[in-house]
């Protein structure tokens, strides 16, 4: 049998919308999610990992993102003052 072909998601539930997405702004790539949708999470008053996970996807399948996503925490965070 033939693998299915890599589809991305497009599920209204994450939040993997933006076009165009530059390739280095993609910090998950499970779900397709960005540094500027984790920046305007932040933004927002979203300033946890388990919240960006549940509002994007990310951080929900293999995992790889996690520690990118800490890190960005941490820059947003000092840069709005949360």
Do not use: W
């Not at 933006?18 to 932040?42: A, F, N, R, W, Y």
Request: hydrophobic share 35%; with cysteine; proline share 4%.
């Amino acid at each position: 049998m033939d693998a299915a072909p890599y589809k991305i998601n497009t599920s209204p539930l994450y939040m993997n919308d933006i076009d165009p997405v530059k390739k280095q702004d993609v910090v998950c790539h499970c779900s397709g999610t960005t540094k500027g949708q984790i920046k305007e999470l932040v933004n927002n008053g979203i300033d946890n990992l388990d919240r960006i996970s549940r509002m994007t996807g990310a951080c929900s399948g293999c995992g790889a993102c996690d520690a990118s996503i800490l890190e960005l925490l941490a820059e947003y965070t000092a840069d709005y003052g949360v």
